[in-house]
């Protein structure tokens, strides 16, 4: 895999028939190395090591219904009273972030309602934090770090 816009982290790697798999610390197991589970991957090496998110407020690919749609996010934090502090989408590095992917986790985000948004492809990071009163998000350097 391809190096990406982030640090440097150390990942456990299996090869089996020919497949290559990657250790998810949030999973507890391997899962197939896909060019979007590799930057899904550093994106949770950066909000546990370098954002100091505990890995037991994180949760990866869960389905929700949205006007009875099956959809998937990616990554989403919680806070420790249960609500939804951050969602992140990530998309494989050949994919460009466009209209389209803000619009993705905007509709996610009306089911819920994270303070922040955070869309990567591995080499450009976009970070938001919802404005709930005026209906918009502002763009931010990155996002937060964890604080209790």
């Known amino acids: 895999m391809q190096e990406l816009n982030f640090p440097k982290f150390s990942f456990r790697f299996k090869n089996k028939e020919n497949k290559i798999s990657i250790f998810d610390v949030i ?12 930057v899904r991957q550093h994106c949770i090496h950066y909000l546990i090591d370098y954002k100091g998110y505990p890995k037991s407020l994180i949760n990866i690919e869960k389905e929700l219904i949205i006007n009875s749609l099956r959809k998937r996010y990616d990554i989403v934090v919680f806070n420790s009273d249960g609500s939804i502090h951050l969602i992140v989408e990530c998309k494989a590095p050949t994919i460009s972030i466009n209209q389209n992917v803000f619009d993705q986790i905007a509709l996610y985000n009306l089911s819920l309602n994270a303070t922040y948004l955070m869309i990567s492809n591995g080499f450009n990071h976009y970070y938001c934090q919802m404005d709930f009163i005026n209906e918009k998000y502002h763009f931010l350097k990155d996002i937060p770090e964890y604080t209790k």
Do not use: M, S, T, Y
């Not at 999973?27 to 590799?38: C, S």
């Open 27 to 38: 999973r507890k197991r391997f899962v197939i190395l896909q060019p979007e589970e590799w």
